[in-house]
């Protein structure tokens, strides 16, 4: 009988670690749920940001995409420059390396 009661009392312990486990689980997703609706609430408000500035002054608004587009170009020429100079130090390691061998050739 004492041990019956030790399984039962062991038993419903394990029922409620686990419920408890499930309403955690719960608040996570609903907090989750939560936090998506709310980023979304911003993304709204801040597309009906620009499109309201975009009303109201629609020269600042192109002023400001030009800027950006201008912004984009200098980094587009900074990546190709780069690249560029990458494939020069390439070009001078290969060509380094071609000597490096001839000189141990000669070595041997």
């Known amino acids: 009988m004492v041990a019956e009661d030790v399984t039962i009392t062991e038993e419903a312990l394990v029922v409620l670690e ?8 719960s608040e996570e ?3 989750q749920h939560l ?10 408000q801040r ?6 500035e975009e009303e109201v002054n629609p020269e600042g608004h ?3 995409d030009a800027k950006e ?8 020429e900074r990546v ?15 060509d380094q390396e071609k000597e490096d061998q001839e000189k141990a050739n000669t070595f041997c």
């Open 18 to 25: 686990a419920k408890e486990v499930l309403a955690v689980v």
């Open 35 to 44: 936090e998506a609706v709310v980023s979304e609430a911003k993304e709204v």
């Open 62 to 64: 192109r002023h400001q």
């Open 47 to 52: 597309r009906e940001k620009v499109d309201l």
């Open 80 to 94: 190709i420059f780069q690249a560029e100079l990458q494939d020069v130090q390439r070009v001078h390691l290969t």
């Open 69 to 76: 587009d201008s912004h984009q170009t200098e980094r587009l």
């Open 29 to 31: 997703r609903e907090v």
